[in-house]
């Protein structure tokens, strides 16, 4: 796909001959060329780009096009070492600092870099703790430093590590430096807060690659679940492979069972998942019903349908999930069912997870009564969490109202405490074999076990000793996945020991004194953002435009006026109207001669002007071949072919802070092959050259079934 770029065409060749020698490409993917351009600018980026894109290329890339080091901090060590010998097997210099690599060699990983012999340095966060390393930083400054999986800077992100919000605190030099922040997570939020963190307020968001086209984008509102279900059985009758989620294990058994259907979700034994995904991956049509804990990984290209039997939590969970379909570039439908009760059950978990002020301070206030008198431990029994709940009164949210008071800092489970018990974990086959058989890295599961052998493999150990939070950083997976996969594999792939109980929890000295209090700032945002979250899909299902487009802007993608023109939203647009007479063919297709010729340069009054005829200097103007082509027509009659034109998805408009209009690949199509104006409709009645119509809206918001044959 073309892309725009900033700076100068001249300097192209060149980066695409650094791209061809160091990496063997032959062409930029979508976005890329324009990170490179601006990173070489030195420009301080925040890079969204989805899993796959390619977004370490787009610092590698200027890395090897500039002179020095650059700096990689990433939270994922298990694969660390993937990245430094993809780069190595390229002849490009790199090396890893993280606790598999031995003192000597570490030493001499940094005097390389010192010495302009590395081009790259990867590190884990914890790697900042060393007084010895943040030495050698302030004495060899490098060109760019690279956080790659931002969003776990970011405590409204789904992965957040205190380790990483830390660096940014401890480590001054770094902010002399070019920093830039690579991640897949789409939410304006999460981007806000990175921004934040690395105290970087000037920090321009790149959002790219997240279109596509091949997929048709529809909502349908029902009244009651036999509404939905008759929906989803009309859905059916199509029989293509085809995916159902719903939002609960209980919703996912029942209509699985009503349907008829087989299903998966987290709750179903080991065995019996493997044979639902076998099914899925391999039956020739299947339709699965699952949870959202299945799809990460699913290797199926021809996923046909993607039916949301519940409304989701957020947008960007909805994209990701409606985002299996048609992987293989071949048309594909996302149906999401929309209903009442559904929302109303989002706003009811989401006061749940958001606990008042009140209820927070009254858990810390039974907590500190609990505590042993002399100051430190609570010994906390899963049990005593009911109780607890009763004495606050606040049964539904005394998890929550924990979880908040450990992120804040005010109670800690004792083995965050420190470096925590250590545990030691033991794989039962043998490393290679454990790597070999989950190579494919299609479940949660298969990804830990391939991490966990790759990196005992790097670091020449047969078992992990360490706490479980050694583990996390080692793995990539949160303490609480961790735990569901210890558990879950306990015996059966691993074995696993630790000797401290869980549930011990430690009050900080402050909320022991009473001298610290929950934050309600904190809470408030919280309950802010989960708000907006919700707010996004509710946006999303009353979108009155393209559904596709409305995503992206909510994303932050630039994509100007871009539709998909195949949602149910931009088919109701093109529904109705009357086609063009023979004249407004013909006045469209000037329209278009007159566009390919300064395509994307102008914005619409300008370009308006040019097609009427409008005296201008410029010769960019009065020399067009097309310069007064509507003349005889008028303004108004102009201005409404231009807006069915942009209706149809012929044309246009950029975006940024001079948005110019463009021919889409639909209008250049269109002037090769006139059909394409078919597309085109007019509200106007034929003969008068009557009052411009504004191009018909969604009818009104999305509270009617649409769409349902
Ligand atoms: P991300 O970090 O965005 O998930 P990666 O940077 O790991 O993705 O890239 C994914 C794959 O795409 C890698 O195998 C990489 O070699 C490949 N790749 C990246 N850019 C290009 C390109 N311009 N042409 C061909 N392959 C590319
Ligand atoms: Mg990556």
Redesign the pocket.
């Known amino acids: 796909m073309a892309v725009t770029t900033g700076g100068g065409a001249g300097e192209t060749p060149a980066i695409l001959e650094a791209?061809r020698r160091h990496f063997g490409?032959t062409?930029?993917?979508e976005g890329?060329e324009e990170v490179v351009r601006r990173i070489l600018a030195g420009e301080e980026l925040c890079v969204v780009?989805p899993?796959?894109?390619?977004?370490?290329?787009c610092y590698q890339l200027p890395a090897m096009m500039r002179p020095g080091y650059t700096l990689v901090i990433s939270p994922l060590i298990a694969l660390m070492k993937d990245q430094v010998d993809a780069l190595n097997a390229h002849g490009l210099p790199a090396a890893c600092l993280n606790s598999a690599v031995t003192p000597p060699q570490q030493t001499a990983a940094m005097r390389a870099a010192a010495d302009g012999q590395l081009k790259f340095l990867y590190l884990a966060p914890e790697r900042f703790r060393s007084a010895q390393f943040n030495d050698f930083l302030e004495q060899h400054h490098p060109a760019l430093v690279v956080v790659d999986e931002a969003h776990c800077i970011s405590q409204w992100g789904h992965d957040f590590r205190p380790d990483y919000q830390r660096i940014w605190q401890g480590t001054p030099v770094l902010r002399q430096l070019q920093v830039c922040a690579f991640t897949?997570t789409a939410t304006p939020h999460v981007r806000d807060d990175i921004r934040e963190q690395l105290g970087r307020p000037g920090m321009e968001d790149i959002v790219t690659g997240f279109r596509r086209p091949n997929l048709r984008f529809s909502v349908l509102s029902c009244r009651g679940r036999q509404d939905k279900l008759d929906v989803v059985e009309t859905l059916l009758a199509k029989r293509v492979p085809t995916l159902i989620y719903c939002s609960t294990r209980k919703e996912t058994e029942q209509l699985a069972g009503q349907l008829g259907l087989r299903m998966y979700h987290a709750g179903m034994a080991e065995a019996a998942r493997r044979q639902a995904q076998d099914y899925f991956v391999s039956d020739t049509c299947p339709t699965l019903v699952a949870t959202n804990a299945f799809g990460m990984g699913i290797d199926r290209a021809d996923v046909r349908q993607v039916i949301h039997f519940n409304v989701p939590g957020s947008l960007e969970a909805y994209y990701q999930e409606a985002g299996r379909a048609g992987r293989d570039g071949l048309p594909a439908d996302c149906v999401l069912i929309d209903s009442y009760t559904d929302v109303r059950i989002q706003e009811y978990l989401m006061d749940v997870n958001n606990p008042p002020f009140e209820v927070v301070a009254a858990v810390l206030d039974q907590l500190r009564r609990d505590c042993r008198a002399d100051g430190s431990c609570l010994w906390w029994p899963e049990a005593a969490y009911e109780e607890l709940g009763e004495r606050a009164k606040c049964a539904a949210q005394v998890g929550t109202a924990m979880r908040i008071l450990e992120r804040q800092g005010l109670l800690q489970r004792a083995f965050t405490h420190v470096a925590g018990p250590l545990g030691s974990l033991r794989l039962l086959a043998p490393l290679a074999q454990v790597e070999a058989d989950h190579a494919a890295q299609r479940t949660q599961r298969d990804i830990f076990l391939y991490r966990l052998a790759r990196w005992l493999q790097t670091c020449g150990e047969h078992s992990f000793q360490g706490s479980i939070f050694d583990l996390s950083r080692c793995t990539g997976f949160s303490v609480e996945q961790l735990n569901r996969l210890l558990d879950a594999l306990q015996d059966k792939a691993l074995r696993w020991h630790c000797d401290v109980p869980d549930g011990v929890l430690l009050l900080s000295p402050q909320a022991r004194d009473g001298s610290a209090a929950p934050d309600r700032d904190w809470l408030e945002k919280k309950r802010q953002l989960d708000r907006r979250r919700l707010d996004s899909v509710r946006g999303y299902c009353r979108a009155e435009g393209c559904r596709q487009l409305h995503i992206m802007r909510y994303f932050g993608e630039r994509v100007g006026s871009w539709r998909c023109g195949v949602c149910d939203q931009c088919g109701q647009r093109t529904a109705g109207g009357r086609e063009l007479t023979p004249d407004e063919r013909r006045w469209c297709r000037s329209i278009l001669l007159a566009l390919q010729v300064v395509d994307g340069r102008f914005g619409r009054r300008r370009f308006a002007g040019l097609l009427l005829g409008a005296e201008d200097n410029s010769p960019d103007i009065t020399g067009h071949p097309q310069h007064g082509c509507l003349a005889t027509v008028g303004k108004d009659k102009a201005d409404e072919l231009l807006q069915a034109l942009e209706a149809a998805g012929l044309i246009a408009v950029t975006d940024g802070d001079y948005p110019c209009l463009e021919l889409t690949g639909a209008g250049h199509a269109a002037l090769r092959d006139e059909a394409a104006l078919a597309e085109v409709r007019l509200f106007s009645r034929p003969d008068g050259h009557a009052k411009a119509a504004t191009p018909r809206r969604g009818r009104a918001g999305a509270c009617h079934p649409r769409g349902r044959r």
């Open positions: 791209l490409h062409a930029f993917r890329q780009m899993t796959g894109a390619g977004k370490s290329l897949a």
